[in-house]
Nanobody
Framework: QVQLVESGGGLVQPGGSLRLSCVAS????????MRWYRQAPGKERELVAHITSAGSVTNYADSVKGRFTISRDNAKNTVYLQMNSLKPEDTAVYYC???????WGKGTLVTVSS
């Protein structure tokens, strides 16, 4: 079964950290770039981070640059999003996506609140 499954979301205080994981199955993970998106309540889905298939190039939205890090482990079919210095405005459902395909995960909720 082709799928992406996110995990690692939760409630964290401002200034805290979380690491999201996205495990792929049913397709050749290593040949696809991967992306993390997020969607906050009442807002459109936005691109957060992008990583190439080998992990050699990464790109970030300006709003998370310097705070978030995307990485991947092709041996584990997993892409990660390390989120540091979290702010209340980072509250959203975070989704991973295999770039160039229609494969999306169901999302994991991140809530940043004191």
């Amino acid at each position: 079964q082709v799928q992406l499954v996110e995990s690692g979301g939760g409630l964290v205080q401002p200034g805290g950290s979380l690491r999201l994981s996205c495990v792929a199955s049913g397709f050749v993970f290593s040949i696809y770039p991967m992306r993390w998106y997020r969607q906050a309540p009442g807002k459109e889905r936005e691109l957060v981070a992008h990583i190439t298939s080998a992990g050699s190039v990464t790109n970030y939205a300006d709003s998370v640059k310097g705070r978030f890090t995307i990485s991947r482990d092709n041996a584990k079919n997993t892409v990660y999003l390390q989120m540091n210095s979290l702010k209340p405005e980072d509250t959203a459902v975070y989704y991973c996506q295999s770039y160039g395909t229609s494969i999306w995960g169901k999302g994991t909720l991140v809530t940043v609140s004191s």
